[in-house]
Protein backbone atom coordinates (compact mmCIF):
# COMPACT_ATOMS: atom_id res chain seq x y z
CA UNK A 1 0.00 0.00 0.00
CA UNK A 2 2.75 2.58 0.58
CA UNK A 3 4.70 1.23 -2.47
CA UNK A 4 1.71 2.30 -4.61
CA UNK A 5 1.25 5.83 -2.50
CA UNK A 6 4.56 6.52 -3.45
CA UNK A 7 4.43 5.61 -6.95
CA UNK A 8 1.07 7.53 -6.94
CA UNK A 9 3.07 10.53 -5.93
CA UNK A 10 5.68 10.61 -8.06
CA UNK A 11 3.87 10.11 -10.75
CA UNK A 12 1.83 13.30 -10.08
CA UNK A 13 5.14 15.53 -8.90
CA UNK A 14 6.35 14.44 -12.82
CA UNK A 15 3.29 15.79 -14.07
CA UNK A 16 3.33 18.78 -12.23
CA UNK A 17 7.20 19.24 -13.06
CA UNK A 18 5.99 19.03 -16.55
CA UNK A 19 3.30 21.48 -16.80
CA UNK A 20 4.16 24.72 -16.95
CA UNK A 21 2.82 27.13 -14.18
CA UNK A 22 -0.35 28.54 -15.71
CA UNK A 23 -0.91 25.99 -18.40
CA UNK A 24 -2.24 22.31 -17.26
CA UNK A 25 -0.90 23.16 -13.84
CA UNK A 26 -2.94 19.91 -11.43
CA UNK A 27 -4.62 18.34 -14.75
CA UNK A 28 -3.92 14.72 -15.58
CA UNK A 29 -3.46 14.04 -19.27
CA UNK A 30 -7.21 12.43 -19.13
CA UNK A 31 -8.63 15.58 -17.58
CA UNK A 32 -6.26 17.26 -20.33
CA UNK A 33 -7.67 15.20 -23.23
CA UNK A 34 -11.48 15.93 -22.00
CA UNK A 35 -11.03 19.50 -21.10
CA UNK A 36 -9.35 20.39 -24.24
CA UNK A 37 -12.25 18.61 -26.56
CA UNK A 38 -14.99 20.77 -24.54
CA UNK A 39 -12.90 23.95 -25.42
CA UNK A 40 -12.33 23.02 -28.86
CA UNK A 41 -15.88 22.90 -29.86
CA UNK A 42 -16.86 25.73 -27.52
CA UNK A 43 -13.96 27.61 -29.30
CA UNK A 44 -13.86 26.39 -33.15
CA UNK A 45 -16.89 28.94 -34.56
CA UNK A 46 -15.28 31.49 -32.45
CA UNK A 47 -11.69 31.03 -33.92
CA UNK A 48 -13.59 30.28 -37.19
CA UNK A 49 -14.96 33.60 -37.06
CA UNK A 50 -12.08 35.37 -36.28
CA UNK A 51 -10.56 33.99 -39.21
CA UNK A 52 -13.39 35.62 -41.44
CA UNK A 53 -13.38 39.16 -39.96
CA UNK A 54 -9.71 39.67 -39.80
CA UNK A 55 -9.66 39.09 -43.76
CA UNK A 56 -13.10 41.56 -44.05
CA UNK A 57 -11.93 44.42 -41.76
CA UNK A 58 -8.34 44.52 -40.46
CA UNK A 59 -6.00 42.73 -43.32
CA UNK A 60 -6.50 45.35 -45.98
CA UNK A 61 -3.95 42.90 -48.33
CA UNK A 62 -6.97 40.68 -48.21
CA UNK A 63 -8.57 39.94 -51.28
CA UNK A 64 -11.73 39.98 -49.10
CA UNK A 65 -10.97 43.05 -47.05
CA UNK A 66 -14.04 45.25 -46.69
CA UNK A 67 -13.53 48.38 -44.85
CA UNK A 68 -12.76 49.23 -41.46
CA UNK A 69 -14.28 48.51 -38.55
CA UNK A 70 -17.46 50.51 -38.23
CA UNK A 71 -17.47 51.67 -41.83
CA UNK A 72 -20.23 50.43 -44.20
CA UNK A 73 -19.44 48.35 -47.17
CA UNK A 74 -21.86 48.27 -49.73
CA UNK A 75 -21.46 45.00 -52.41
CA UNK A 76 -23.53 45.87 -55.07
CA UNK A 77 -23.55 42.24 -56.71
CA UNK A 78 -24.01 38.77 -55.76
CA UNK A 79 -21.54 36.37 -54.79
CA UNK A 80 -19.68 33.86 -57.30
CA UNK A 81 -17.48 30.82 -57.38
CA UNK A 82 -14.66 33.60 -57.07
CA UNK A 83 -15.64 34.55 -53.65
CA UNK A 84 -13.77 31.99 -51.44
CA UNK A 85 -13.13 33.64 -47.69
CA UNK A 86 -16.71 32.71 -46.48
CA UNK A 87 -17.98 28.90 -47.01
CA UNK A 88 -21.86 28.30 -48.70
CA UNK A 89 -22.05 32.29 -49.51
CA UNK A 90 -25.61 33.37 -50.08
CA UNK A 91 -26.06 34.61 -53.95
CA UNK A 92 -29.61 35.73 -53.27
CA UNK A 93 -29.14 39.51 -52.01
CA UNK A 94 -26.46 41.87 -52.29
CA UNK A 95 -24.88 41.86 -49.09
CA UNK A 96 -23.42 45.24 -47.15
CA UNK A 97 -21.39 44.66 -44.09
CA UNK A 98 -20.36 46.22 -40.88
CA UNK A 99 -17.94 44.98 -38.56
CA UNK A 100 -18.62 46.70 -35.50
CA UNK A 101 -15.96 47.92 -32.67
CA UNK A 102 -18.34 48.83 -29.54
CA UNK A 103 -15.35 49.24 -26.73
CA UNK A 104 -15.67 53.14 -27.12
CA UNK A 105 -19.14 53.81 -27.83
CA UNK A 106 -22.18 52.57 -29.70
CA UNK A 107 -23.22 52.85 -33.19
CA UNK A 108 -26.08 53.73 -34.82
CA UNK A 109 -27.69 51.85 -37.93
CA UNK A 110 -30.08 53.63 -39.54
CA UNK A 111 -32.13 51.94 -42.06
CA UNK A 112 -34.25 53.58 -45.12
CA UNK A 113 -37.80 53.13 -46.29
CA UNK A 114 -37.99 50.51 -49.04
CA UNK A 115 -41.47 49.37 -50.62
CA UNK A 116 -43.35 46.43 -49.01
CA UNK A 117 -42.34 44.18 -51.50
CA UNK A 118 -38.75 44.20 -51.41
CA UNK A 119 -37.47 41.64 -48.33
CA UNK A 120 -34.73 42.85 -46.75
CA UNK A 121 -32.71 42.00 -43.00
CA UNK A 122 -29.97 43.40 -41.27
CA UNK A 123 -28.40 40.44 -39.16
CA UNK A 124 -26.59 41.12 -35.55
CA UNK A 125 -23.68 38.14 -35.40
CA UNK A 126 -21.89 38.53 -31.75
CA UNK A 127 -17.67 37.11 -31.54
CA UNK A 128 -19.40 33.39 -30.49
CA UNK A 129 -21.68 33.53 -33.44
CA UNK A 130 -24.80 33.76 -31.78
CA UNK A 131 -27.79 35.80 -34.07
CA UNK A 132 -28.17 38.37 -30.88
CA UNK A 133 -30.44 40.42 -32.88
CA UNK A 134 -32.38 41.55 -36.08
CA UNK A 135 -33.87 44.60 -38.25
CA UNK A 136 -35.63 44.64 -41.35
CA UNK A 137 -38.96 43.38 -42.85
CA UNK A 138 -39.92 40.33 -40.38
CA UNK A 139 -38.11 42.10 -37.34
CA UNK A 140 -38.94 45.53 -37.55
CA UNK A 141 -40.82 46.29 -40.88
CA UNK A 142 -39.88 48.07 -43.93
CA UNK A 143 -39.95 52.00 -42.57
CA UNK A 144 -37.14 53.94 -42.04
CA UNK A 145 -35.45 54.34 -38.33
CA UNK A 146 -32.39 53.97 -36.11
CA UNK A 147 -30.88 51.58 -34.09
CA UNK A 148 -28.51 51.93 -31.54
CA UNK A 149 -25.76 48.66 -30.83
CA UNK A 150 -24.31 48.86 -27.62
CA UNK A 151 -21.22 46.78 -26.36
CA UNK A 152 -21.28 44.90 -23.09
CA UNK A 153 -19.56 47.97 -20.51
CA UNK A 154 -21.91 50.88 -22.28
CA UNK A 155 -25.04 51.58 -19.14
CA UNK A 156 -26.72 54.66 -21.10
CA UNK A 157 -30.39 55.38 -21.91
CA UNK A 158 -32.15 54.95 -25.29
CA UNK A 159 -31.56 58.41 -26.86
CA UNK A 160 -34.23 60.57 -28.47
CA UNK A 161 -34.27 59.39 -32.43
CA UNK A 162 -33.72 55.85 -31.72
CA UNK A 163 -35.94 53.37 -32.15
CA UNK A 164 -34.64 50.70 -30.31
CA UNK A 165 -31.59 49.55 -28.42
CA UNK A 166 -30.13 46.40 -29.43
CA UNK A 167 -27.09 45.14 -27.11
CA UNK A 168 -24.31 42.73 -27.39
CA UNK A 169 -22.37 40.69 -24.84
CA UNK A 170 -18.92 40.69 -27.07
CA UNK A 171 -17.14 43.69 -27.85
CA UNK A 172 -16.59 43.00 -31.71
CA UNK A 173 -20.15 41.82 -33.58
CA UNK A 174 -20.24 41.34 -37.51
CA UNK A 175 -23.47 43.11 -39.22
CA UNK A 176 -24.90 41.27 -42.92
CA UNK A 177 -27.35 43.25 -44.41
CA UNK A 178 -28.95 41.12 -47.45
CA UNK A 179 -30.86 43.32 -49.76
CA UNK A 180 -33.17 41.53 -51.76
CA UNK A 181 -32.78 41.36 -55.43
CA UNK A 182 -35.15 40.68 -57.55
CA UNK A 183 -33.84 39.56 -61.20
CA UNK A 184 -30.41 41.16 -62.85
CA UNK A 185 -32.05 44.73 -63.69
CA UNK A 186 -32.89 45.00 -60.72
CA UNK A 187 -29.57 45.70 -59.49
CA UNK A 188 -29.65 49.81 -59.87
CA UNK A 189 -32.68 49.63 -57.35
CA UNK A 190 -30.46 47.38 -54.71
CA UNK A 191 -27.71 50.34 -55.04
CA UNK A 192 -29.53 53.59 -54.52
CA UNK A 193 -31.59 51.31 -51.49
CA UNK A 194 -27.75 50.11 -50.40
CA UNK A 195 -26.36 53.75 -50.35
CA UNK A 196 -29.48 54.68 -47.86
CA UNK A 197 -27.89 52.46 -45.38
CA UNK A 198 -25.69 54.62 -42.91
CA UNK A 199 -23.60 53.93 -40.03
CA UNK A 200 -21.95 56.07 -37.26
CA UNK A 201 -20.81 56.55 -33.72
CA UNK A 202 -23.36 57.25 -31.41
CA UNK A 203 -21.53 60.77 -31.08
CA UNK A 204 -21.60 61.70 -34.70
CA UNK A 205 -25.51 60.75 -34.45
CA UNK A 206 -25.99 63.14 -31.42
CA UNK A 207 -23.66 66.00 -32.81
CA UNK A 208 -22.03 65.44 -29.21
CA UNK A 209 -17.81 65.28 -28.64
CA UNK A 210 -16.59 61.62 -29.41
CA UNK A 211 -15.19 59.91 -26.39
CA UNK A 212 -11.58 58.76 -26.16
CA UNK A 213 -10.59 55.95 -28.89
CA UNK A 214 -10.27 52.68 -27.62
CA UNK A 215 -6.77 51.24 -27.39
CA UNK A 216 -5.47 49.95 -30.62
CA UNK A 217 -5.65 46.46 -30.71
CA UNK A 218 -2.62 43.71 -31.27
CA UNK A 219 -4.26 41.48 -33.63
CA UNK A 220 -3.06 37.94 -33.66
CA UNK A 221 -2.33 36.11 -36.82
CA UNK A 222 -5.82 34.14 -37.69
CA UNK A 223 -5.28 30.44 -38.82
CA UNK A 224 -6.00 29.02 -42.30
CA UNK A 225 -8.81 26.74 -42.42
CA UNK A 226 -6.26 24.07 -42.55
CA UNK A 227 -4.68 25.01 -39.68
CA UNK A 228 -7.88 25.32 -37.41
CA UNK A 229 -8.20 21.45 -37.98
CA UNK A 230 -4.08 20.60 -37.26
CA UNK A 231 -2.37 23.32 -34.91
CA UNK A 232 -2.73 23.91 -30.95
CA UNK A 233 -2.39 28.10 -31.72
CA UNK A 234 -5.73 27.35 -32.16
CA UNK A 235 -5.87 27.67 -28.41
CA UNK A 236 -3.60 30.99 -28.50
CA UNK A 237 -6.31 32.77 -30.92
CA UNK A 238 -9.24 31.76 -29.05
CA UNK A 239 -7.60 33.14 -26.31
CA UNK A 240 -7.08 36.49 -28.33
CA UNK A 241 -11.03 36.60 -29.07
CA UNK A 242 -12.18 35.45 -25.82
CA UNK A 243 -10.25 38.78 -24.26
CA UNK A 244 -13.14 41.01 -25.87
CA UNK A 245 -15.90 38.50 -24.83
CA UNK A 246 -17.09 38.75 -21.12
CA UNK A 247 -17.87 35.86 -19.02
CA UNK A 248 -21.27 34.62 -19.44
CA UNK A 249 -22.63 34.31 -15.81
CA UNK A 250 -24.14 30.13 -17.34
CA UNK A 251 -20.48 30.02 -18.38
CA UNK A 252 -18.24 30.60 -15.25
CA UNK A 253 -17.54 26.95 -14.24
CA UNK A 254 -16.93 25.84 -18.29
CA UNK A 255 -14.70 28.75 -18.51
CA UNK A 256 -12.70 28.33 -15.09
CA UNK A 257 -12.63 24.73 -16.64
CA UNK A 258 -10.84 25.47 -19.55
CA UNK A 259 -8.38 27.84 -17.93
CA UNK A 260 -7.09 24.77 -16.12
CA UNK A 261 -5.52 23.57 -19.49
CA UNK A 262 -4.59 27.50 -20.13
CA UNK A 263 -7.62 28.43 -22.18
CA UNK A 264 -8.51 32.00 -20.73
CA UNK A 265 -9.54 35.30 -22.11
CA UNK A 266 -6.43 37.48 -22.90
CA UNK A 267 -3.53 34.84 -21.81
CA UNK A 268 -1.34 33.42 -23.95
CA UNK A 269 -1.04 29.80 -24.55
CA UNK A 270 1.87 28.47 -26.14
CA UNK A 271 1.79 24.65 -26.94
CA UNK A 272 5.72 24.75 -27.15
CA UNK A 273 5.80 24.55 -23.34
CA UNK A 274 3.43 21.94 -22.68
CA UNK A 275 5.24 18.61 -21.37
CA UNK A 276 4.96 15.73 -24.30
CA UNK A 277 2.18 14.05 -22.42
CA UNK A 278 0.10 17.37 -21.73
CA UNK A 279 1.01 18.19 -25.85
CA UNK A 280 -0.74 14.63 -26.72
CA UNK A 281 -3.81 14.64 -24.34
CA UNK A 282 -4.57 17.93 -25.79
CA UNK A 283 -4.04 16.44 -29.52
CA UNK A 284 -6.05 13.99 -28.54
CA UNK A 285 -9.02 16.06 -27.07
CA UNK A 286 -9.23 18.03 -30.76
CA UNK A 287 -9.44 14.16 -32.23
CA UNK A 288 -12.28 13.54 -30.09
CA UNK A 289 -13.83 16.83 -30.85
CA UNK A 290 -13.76 16.40 -34.76
CA UNK A 291 -15.06 12.74 -34.02
CA UNK A 292 -18.92 14.37 -32.25
CA UNK A 293 -18.59 17.21 -34.44
CA UNK A 294 -19.07 14.31 -37.42
CA UNK A 295 -21.32 12.31 -35.34
CA UNK A 296 -23.50 15.67 -35.41
CA UNK A 297 -22.88 16.22 -39.34
CA UNK A 298 -24.06 13.15 -39.64
CA UNK A 299 -27.64 13.53 -37.67
CA UNK A 300 -27.93 17.03 -39.72
CA UNK A 301 -27.48 14.67 -43.01
CA UNK A 302 -30.32 12.51 -42.06
CA UNK A 303 -32.62 15.27 -40.73
CA UNK A 304 -32.40 14.57 -37.12
CA UNK A 305 -30.96 17.86 -36.33
CA UNK A 306 -31.35 20.79 -38.97
CA UNK A 307 -29.98 23.85 -39.66
CA UNK A 308 -32.68 25.78 -37.39
CA UNK A 309 -30.97 24.07 -34.33
CA UNK A 310 -27.92 25.35 -35.16
CA UNK A 311 -28.57 29.23 -35.37
CA UNK A 312 -29.90 31.96 -32.65
CA UNK A 313 -29.68 33.66 -29.59
CA UNK A 314 -27.33 32.29 -26.52
CA UNK A 315 -30.89 31.65 -25.10
CA UNK A 316 -32.49 29.63 -27.98
CA UNK A 317 -29.20 27.67 -28.43
CA UNK A 318 -29.04 26.96 -24.23
CA UNK A 319 -25.58 26.85 -25.25
CA UNK A 320 -24.96 23.70 -27.15
CA UNK A 321 -21.77 24.26 -28.28
CA UNK A 322 -22.02 21.09 -31.22
CA UNK A 323 -24.57 22.53 -32.68
CA UNK A 324 -23.19 26.05 -33.09
CA UNK A 325 -20.09 24.44 -34.44
CA UNK A 326 -21.86 22.60 -36.92
CA UNK A 327 -23.54 25.74 -38.23
CA UNK A 328 -20.24 26.74 -39.11
CA UNK A 329 -20.71 24.75 -42.19
CA UNK A 330 -22.79 27.56 -43.09
CA UNK A 331 -21.40 29.91 -41.02
CA UNK A 332 -23.26 33.89 -40.09
CA UNK A 333 -26.40 31.68 -41.46
CA UNK A 334 -29.82 32.86 -40.59
CA UNK A 335 -32.16 32.06 -37.25
CA UNK A 336 -35.11 30.30 -38.31
CA UNK A 337 -37.45 32.82 -38.04
CA UNK A 338 -35.54 34.93 -40.70
CA UNK A 339 -34.58 31.89 -43.12
CA UNK A 340 -34.75 28.11 -42.73
CA UNK A 341 -32.24 25.87 -44.80
CA UNK A 342 -33.28 22.27 -45.78
CA UNK A 343 -30.02 20.63 -46.32
CA UNK A 344 -29.15 18.54 -49.15
CA UNK A 345 -25.95 16.10 -48.77
CA UNK A 346 -27.36 12.80 -49.75
CA UNK A 347 -30.35 11.99 -52.22
CA UNK A 348 -33.43 9.89 -51.23
CA UNK A 349 -31.73 6.36 -51.01
CA UNK A 350 -28.86 7.81 -48.47
CA UNK A 351 -26.04 8.13 -50.53
CA UNK A 352 -23.55 11.27 -51.19
CA UNK A 353 -24.08 13.52 -53.93
CA UNK A 354 -22.29 13.63 -57.22
CA UNK A 355 -21.99 15.37 -59.95
CA UNK A 356 -21.43 12.35 -62.14
CA UNK A 357 -24.61 11.71 -61.46
CA UNK A 358 -28.23 12.97 -62.71
CA UNK A 359 -30.58 14.09 -60.17
CA UNK A 360 -33.86 15.56 -60.36
CA UNK A 361 -36.04 17.73 -57.37
CA UNK A 362 -39.57 17.88 -57.76
CA UNK A 363 -42.43 20.18 -57.01
CA UNK A 364 -45.99 19.15 -57.27
CA UNK A 365 -47.99 21.81 -58.35
CA UNK A 366 -48.50 24.51 -56.05
CA UNK A 367 -46.36 23.02 -53.43
CA UNK A 368 -43.58 25.54 -53.36
CA UNK A 369 -42.05 26.23 -50.24
CA UNK A 370 -43.90 28.26 -47.85
CA UNK A 371 -42.61 31.73 -47.46
CA UNK A 372 -43.34 35.10 -46.81
CA UNK A 373 -40.53 36.73 -48.87
CA UNK A 374 -38.96 34.12 -51.41
CA UNK A 375 -37.17 31.13 -51.58
CA UNK A 376 -34.01 29.34 -53.05
CA UNK A 377 -31.48 26.56 -54.23
CA UNK A 378 -27.68 26.70 -54.02
CA UNK A 379 -25.20 24.63 -55.34
CA UNK A 380 -21.93 24.53 -53.64
CA UNK A 381 -18.82 22.16 -53.83
CA UNK A 382 -17.51 20.25 -51.40
CA UNK A 383 -15.13 20.17 -49.49
CA UNK A 384 -14.92 23.91 -49.66
CA UNK A 385 -18.73 24.38 -49.58
CA UNK A 386 -18.22 27.40 -52.48
CA UNK A 387 -20.12 28.43 -55.42
CA UNK A 388 -19.61 26.18 -58.47
CA UNK A 389 -18.40 27.77 -61.90
CA UNK A 390 -20.71 26.75 -64.59
CA UNK A 391 -20.67 27.17 -68.42
CA UNK A 392 -24.37 29.12 -68.16
CA UNK A 393 -22.99 31.24 -65.11
CA UNK A 394 -25.70 29.79 -62.43
CA UNK A 395 -25.28 29.56 -58.88
CA UNK A 396 -28.84 29.12 -57.98
CA UNK A 397 -32.51 28.75 -58.75
CA UNK A 398 -35.06 30.60 -56.94
CA UNK A 399 -38.74 31.77 -56.74
CA UNK A 400 -38.33 34.95 -59.11
CA UNK A 401 -37.12 32.58 -61.53
CA UNK A 402 -40.31 30.80 -61.60
CA UNK A 403 -41.62 32.68 -64.61
CA UNK A 404 -38.56 31.46 -66.18
CA UNK A 405 -38.96 28.21 -65.87
CA UNK A 406 -40.43 25.43 -67.49
CA UNK A 407 -43.46 23.89 -66.02
CA UNK A 408 -44.40 19.94 -65.93
CA UNK A 409 -47.46 18.96 -67.47
CA UNK A 410 -49.37 19.09 -64.47
CA UNK A 411 -47.87 22.31 -63.66
CA UNK A 412 -45.37 21.48 -60.95
CA UNK A 413 -41.48 22.12 -61.55
CA UNK A 414 -38.55 19.37 -62.32
CA UNK A 415 -35.40 20.75 -61.46
CA UNK A 416 -32.37 18.99 -63.01
CA UNK A 417 -28.77 18.47 -61.11
CA UNK A 418 -25.65 17.16 -62.55
CA UNK A 419 -22.70 18.49 -63.63
CA UNK A 420 -23.73 17.74 -67.80
CA UNK A 421 -26.10 19.90 -69.46
CA UNK A 422 -29.46 17.74 -69.78
CA UNK A 423 -29.86 18.79 -73.08
CA UNK A 424 -31.46 22.13 -74.67
CA UNK A 425 -35.01 21.30 -73.86
CA UNK A 426 -34.19 20.95 -70.25
CA UNK A 427 -31.64 23.50 -69.22
CA UNK A 428 -33.90 26.57 -68.47
CA UNK A 429 -34.45 23.85 -65.46
CA UNK A 430 -30.70 23.02 -64.72
CA UNK A 431 -28.94 23.55 -61.96
CA UNK A 432 -24.99 22.73 -63.03
CA UNK A 433 -23.16 20.68 -60.59
CA UNK A 434 -19.53 19.69 -60.36
CA UNK A 435 -17.67 16.78 -61.05
CA UNK A 436 -17.31 15.44 -57.91
CA UNK A 437 -19.07 15.67 -54.71
CA UNK A 438 -21.58 18.74 -53.56
CA UNK A 439 -24.06 19.80 -51.37
CA UNK A 440 -27.35 21.91 -51.75
CA UNK A 441 -28.88 24.38 -49.46
CA UNK A 442 -32.31 25.72 -50.03
CA UNK A 443 -32.97 29.18 -48.06
CA UNK A 444 -36.51 29.51 -47.02
CA UNK A 445 -36.79 33.49 -46.58
CA UNK A 446 -39.30 34.83 -43.37
CA UNK A 447 -40.53 31.18 -43.41
CA UNK A 448 -44.71 30.67 -43.23
CA UNK A 449 -45.86 28.55 -40.28
CA UNK A 450 -45.81 24.90 -42.50
CA UNK A 451 -42.29 25.65 -42.93
CA UNK A 452 -41.55 26.00 -39.48
CA UNK A 453 -43.97 23.85 -37.56
CA UNK A 454 -42.93 21.02 -39.74
CA UNK A 455 -46.01 20.52 -41.65
CA UNK A 456 -44.17 21.17 -44.82
CA UNK A 457 -41.07 19.31 -45.40
CA UNK A 458 -38.55 19.68 -48.24
CA UNK A 459 -38.80 16.80 -51.25
CA UNK A 460 -36.25 14.38 -51.66
CA UNK A 461 -33.83 14.39 -54.07
CA UNK A 462 -33.65 11.22 -56.41
CA UNK A 463 -31.40 10.07 -58.52
CA UNK A 464 -32.36 9.45 -62.01
CA UNK A 465 -31.66 5.99 -63.52
Known amino acids: MKQKFITTLVSAVAVLALSPIGQAQDVT ?9 EAYIYGFPLVDSYRIQYAYFVDKDSKSYKAPWNQLKNIPEVYTPADTAIQTPNSDTPYSFVGLDLRAEPIVISVPEIEKSRYYSV ?23 SFLIAGPSWKGEKPAGIKQVIRSETDFDMVLFRTQ ?46 EEKSSLEFFNVLNFVL ?61 KITSGDCFGTREYMKNNY ?70 INRYLINSPMLPELKKDADGGLTIYIQHESPGKELEANWLPAPKGPFAMYMRLYWPAEAALDGSWTAPKLEMMK
Not at 30 to 36: F, L, S, V
Not at 189 to 210: D, R
Not at 274 to 296: Q, T, V
Not at 344 to 359: F, I, K, Q
Open 123 to 145: QFIDAYTFNFAYVGSRATGNDAG
Open 29 to 37: PEEARAIAK
Open 243 to 303: GYCPVDPTEVELRKRFARIGVEGGKTFDPSKLSPEMKDAIEMGRIDAWEAFAGDVKLLEEG
Open 181 to 226: LFNPADLENVKKIQAQYKVQPLSAFLGTSAPAAAPAVDWVKPLTEE
Open 322 to 391: LYRWVATIGIYGNSKQEAMYPVYRVDSAGEPLRGENRYTLHFANGEYPPVKAFWSLTMYELPQSLLVANP
